[in-house]
């Protein structure tokens, strides 16, 4: 088959914060696709506001890299940047959808980590090259040989006995991201690469990265990976296409993913230089651009030709592991925030939204008109989908997140996350022990003599939600904990929650120093003086494992009466301020976070007590 020499399309995926957006910066500054006095920011393809504050990527994004090789000939490296959270997989599979081969990035220290895993899995299902970056090789605590040894052990692990075993045979690259350097020879632990840029990078990816194949006068077929949209265009698909040519101004079978064929016109096409896209004229096997012109298209669909019509396969990711129910502000506050969408029509319009672009959620109907439960990977993956909301002015109320169940053979089933800690010896037997009272079991230690051991566990996800920080807070903030999806496990039964009850206001006003002096003694408080809080909303947390009303607006009452000892100063602790994240966390089954522009608070679902009684005696009986 003929094949297109000029032009590389490929994956960079690795564990998160492990250097793939700083090796994509390094890659477009070394082949001149920034002017000399263009201001660029760090991690370029980071683009969000939340993953500049995060220093996480949530998107998978695409740039071109075009770069002139050592003979001369320039070569086009179309580069998916994808994320390395494990919550945000249905972007990786997007991705690998895109590319003919993947550069699996590994930390010089802390070698493959569960999302590792899970990328690579995906890609040797897919059969495709893989080249291994070993990067960071300039930290102080480099282990590389090791690294690569524990690498190929990964691969040894999830190649099936009867597959081909050519997958080991992977080129090995030595680089340091930050410095834009690589090497092909294996630098010293904790040294430089030999080369002085990335040319031996450029170089690997143009021998190893199979160039895209195509058939003579096939007609078109082009996928539909990803969407974006543009102020004057509207919305944008971006399309890889496989077979043919495609041409601004054209018509072109639009194959929906319901079976339906619909003929549509190609008016602008976008090719991606850089982080700029540019008009073009066309587009074939193998380029990757943005096409304008339809605008009900989806991901999955197929641009295919108008008079021979053939839909690819849809892309498929795996299936929603945690659940959040999320509907409107029912809090006695609601409206009184910088919120302007507060009616159940624009949050649902506004779900309905995000599935158009985000191929790992679902949003399915509840018992109550104006709440729906959403669905994603994990607790992050969604918690990111309402801090967006929050920020467009949004005011939710959100549930505590749950486990999604399967019914296997007649028994229920539920998800069971593979976790891998990083933490120094003395808190092993701590870690073990909060680990073991949520049903984990260690599948494996590792202790490599540095005073940090390493242990894998397998955890039902139930067993996840609000363990990072008490496990933070066990480990004083020294551990380091990573879980992806391993499969489906029969039930495993019940959990043990948080061990802390909740403080609960149990009336309307304003917080007053002189009650929350008082009652200090009895848990930690969330809220600060003067806060306007109402009956039902949790103020603190329990020292005890039971929930206790408190008065929390009491004020000190005036005499006429002086005396020496009347004004005692005492010491107000301040309030521990809880991210979105972290009240998701601390939630229990009966309780809720109220989300508005300017607030986070956390209520009871059930406000006032005789309420909260009558739930608690018809869920007894």
Request: charged letters at 30%; one cysteine or more.
């Amino acid at each position: 088959m003929p094949v297109r020499n000029d032009l590389r399309n490929v994956a960079i995926v690795a564990h998160v914060d492990h250097g793939k957006t700083t090796l994509v910066d390094a890659m477009l500054w070394q082949s001149g696709a920034f002017g000399a006095h263009q201001h660029v920011d760090e991690r370029a393809m980071d683009s969000g506001d939340l993953e500049r504050e995060k220093g996480i990527t949530i998107l998978a994004k695409n740039t071109a890299v075009r770069h002139k090789m050592a003979n001369g000939e320039q070569m086009t490296i179309n580069i998916i940047d994808t994320p390395g959270h494990a919550d945000f997989g249905g972007e990786v599979e997007r991705g690998l959808s895109m590319v003919d081969a993947i550069v699996l990035l590994v930390d010089a220290s802390e070698g493959p980590l569960p999302q590792t895993r899970f990328v690579l899995r995906k890609a040797l299902a897919r059969k495709m090259p893989v080249i291994l970056v070993v990067n960071k090789v300039d930290r102080p605590d480099a282990r590389i040989a090791e690294v690569v040894d524990e690498t190929y052990e990964l691969f040894l692990d999830l190649l099936d006995h009867d597959a081909d075993q050519s997958a080991l045979d992977f080129p090995v690259v030595y680089a340091s991201a930050r410095a834009g350097r690589a090497s092909l020879t294996q630098p010293a632990d904790g040294g430089m690469p030999d080369s002085e840029d990335l040319e031996p990078l450029f170089e690997t990816i143009l021998n190893n990265v199979p160039a895209p194949e195509y058939t003579e006068d096939a007609p078109l077929q082009a996928h539909v990976t990803n969407l974006d949209a543009s102020p004057f265009l509207g919305r944008l698909a971006l399309v890889r296409v496989h077979e043919g040519t495609l041409r601004k101004g054209a018509q072109v079978a639009w194959c929906k993913h319901d079976g339906s064929i619909e003929r549509v016109k190609i008016t602008e096409l976008l090719v991606t230089e850089a982080l700029e896209r540019v008009p073009g004229d066309s587009a074939g096997p193998g380029d990757i651009v943005a096409i304008a012109g339809i605008p009900e298209i989806m991901i999955g669909d197929t641009l295919a030709d108008a008079e021979n019509p053939k839909p690819l396969p849809l892309i498929t990711v795996d299936e929603p592991a945690i659940s959040m129910t999320i509907g409107t502000n029912t809090s006695p506050l609601a409206g009184r925030a910088k919120g302007t969408k507060v009616t159940a029509r624009l949050v649902k319009d506004r779900l309905d939204k995000e599935l158009v672009g985000n191929v790992s959620i679902k949003v399915l109907p509840t018992e109550r008109p104006d709440a729906w439960e959403v669905q994603g990977r994990g607790e992050l993956a969604l918690a990111i989908l309402v801090e967006q909301m929050r920020r467009e002015g949004y005011e939710l109320t959100v549930g505590k997140p749950q486990v999604v169940t399967r019914e296997i053979d007649g028994k229920r089933h539920e998800p069971v996350e593979r976790l891998t800690i990083d933490c120094p010896e003395e808190y092993l037997g701590t870690v073990t022990q909060l680990l073991a009272v949520r049903k984990g079991r260690m599948e494996q230690m590792t202790n490599h003599g540095t005073g940090w051991v390493r242990m894998e566990f397998l955890v039902p996800a139930r067993g996840l939600i609000g363990f990072r920080t008490e496990f933070l807070t066990d480990t004083r903030g020294t551990g380091i904990a990573h879980h992806v999806f391993e499969g489906y496990e029969p039930w495993f039964g019940e959990l043990r929650t948080r061990p802390s009850g909740s403080l609960v206001a149990d009336r309307s006003g304003a917080a007053t120093s002189y009650a929350m002096i008082n009652l200090q003694e009895r848990g930690t408080m969330f809220v600060e003086p003067t806060t306007e809080v109402y009956e039902g909303m949790i103020v603190g947390e329990n020292s005890r494992s039971d929930d206790m009303d408190v008065n929390i607006t009491k004020e000190k009452k005036m005499t006429n009466v002086r005396s020496s000892t009347a004004d005692e100063f005492e010491k107000l602790v301040p309030a521990r301020k809880l991210s979105l994240e972290q009240s998701l966390e601390f939630c229990r089954e009966d309780e809720c976070v109220e989300v508005t522009p300017d607030a986070v608070r956390m209520r009871k679902v059930a406000l006032t007590q005789i309420e909260r009684s009558k739930l608690g005696r018809k869920n007894k009986n």
